[in-house]
C-alpha cells in the first residue's frame, strides 16, 4: 500500500525476498556481504519511495551503517516530502522511485536541479525501480539521474551501485545500459520526442494508465487525484497530441510503446 501522507523520518528501506535477486548493476561486486563493497567509507543516502515496506526493506538491507558504510539521514514517500528531505538532509545519494505521487521521479529531479548542480556538494540520484520500460529509464536519465538499477538488484550490488554513484560514475542494470545507449546514440529514433514533451509528468502518468485500460477512478485513486483532476488531464492531452478519443490516445501510445 502506498503512504503518501505519512511524515518524513531517518528511517529507511531492497524490498523483502530482494537480496537472493541475481547481480543487476553493471560491474557491481559479488561479495555476500554489502560491507565488503566498502570498507572503511561513508555515503549518507536518502530513499524516496511510496512503499513503506519497500523502504523498510532497503533500510534493514543496506542502512546497517557500520556494515555497510550507508547512513539513510531520512526518507519520502511523495514529490513534495523528497524536495524537502532532500533540500533539508543534503545527501551524497538520493534512491529514487520512479512513479510517485505529485509528479514522479522526474518531478523530483527538475525541482532538485539547484542541487543536482553545486559543485561543492553535489546530490546524485540513482533511480531505483520496478520498472524496466525505456521510457522511465530515459526520462530520468534526460533528468539528470547517474543510473537506473531494477529492484532485482542485490543488497551488496546497491551498496556498491550507490557508492560508485557517489564518485560520478554512471551505473545501470546490463540491460537497460543497452538500450540508453541505443536511444542516444541511434540516427534513426532520436531521444527526444517532440509530441510527448508536450505534456507535463503528471500527464503522461496519466496517459499511460488510460492506455492500458484504466478506468477515470482507477487513476484516480492510484495517483491520489479527483476523478475531475483525471479528466482535465485527459481533455489536456488530447488538445495537445491532436487526438479525439481515448482509443486513438491508446493507439498513440502503444505505437510509442508507453504502454
Not at 531517518?10 to 523483502?16: D, F, I, K, N, S
Not at 515496506?53 to 534493514?60: H, I, K, L, S
Not at 531520512?74 to 512513479?99: C, F, S, W
Not at 477512478?217 to 485527459?234: G, N, P, R, Y
Amino acid at each position: 500500500m502506498s503512504d503518501a501522507n505519512e511524515p518524513t523520518g531517518a528511517a529507511g528501506a531492497v524490498g523483502p525476498g530482494a537480496g537472493a535477486a541475481g547481480a543487476d548493476a553493471a560491474g557491481a561486486g559479488s561479495a555476500e556481504d554489502p560491507a565488503a563493497s566498502a570498507p572503511g567509507r561513508r555515503v549518507r543516502v536518502v530513499l524516496v519511495d511510496d512503499h513503506r515496506m519497500f523502504r523498510t526493506g532497503v533500510q534493514a538491507e543496506i542502512g546497517q551503517t557500520e556494515r555497510t558504510g550507508v547512513e539513510v539521514v531520512g526518507e519520502a514517500a511523495d514529490v513534495d516530502q523528497a524536495v524537502t528531505v532532500i533540500t533539508a538532509t543534503r545527501p551524497e545519494v538520493v534512491l529514487l522511485d520512479v512513479h510517485l505521487p505529485g509528479g514522479g521521479g522526474v518531478e523530483v529531479l527538475r525541482r532538485c536541479s539547484p542541487l543536482m548542480a553545486d559543485p561543492e556538494q553535489p546530490v546524485r540520484f540513482l533511480a531505483l525501480s520496478v520498472s524496466d520500460a525505456a521510457e522511465d529509464v530515459i526520462g530520468v536519465i534526460r533528468g539528470g539521474a547517474r543510473g537506473y538499477v531494477t529492484k532485482t538488484i542485490t543488497g551488496t550490488d546497491l551498496v556498491d551501485s550507490v557508492f560508485r554513484v557517489q564518485d560520478g560514475d554512471a551505473v545501470f542494470s546490463p540491460r537497460l545500459a543497452g538500450f540508453v545507449l541505443d536511444a542516444f546514440a541511434s540516427t534513426d529514433a532520436p531521444p527526444v520526442d517532440e509530441d510527448l514533451d508536450r505534456l507535463t509528468q503528471r500527464e503522461r502518468e496519466v496517459l499511460r494508465l488510460i492506455a492500458r485500460g484504466y478506468a477515470y477512478k482507477e487513476i484516480a485513486k492510484q495517483l491520489f487525484i479527483s476523478v475531475k483532476t483525471v479528466e482535465s488531464h485527459v481533455s489536456a492531452v488530447l488538445r495537445k497530441l491532436q487526438l479525439s478519443n481515448r482509443h486513438e490516445l491508446t493507439r498513440w501510445a502503444t505505437a510509442r510503446r508507453l504502454v
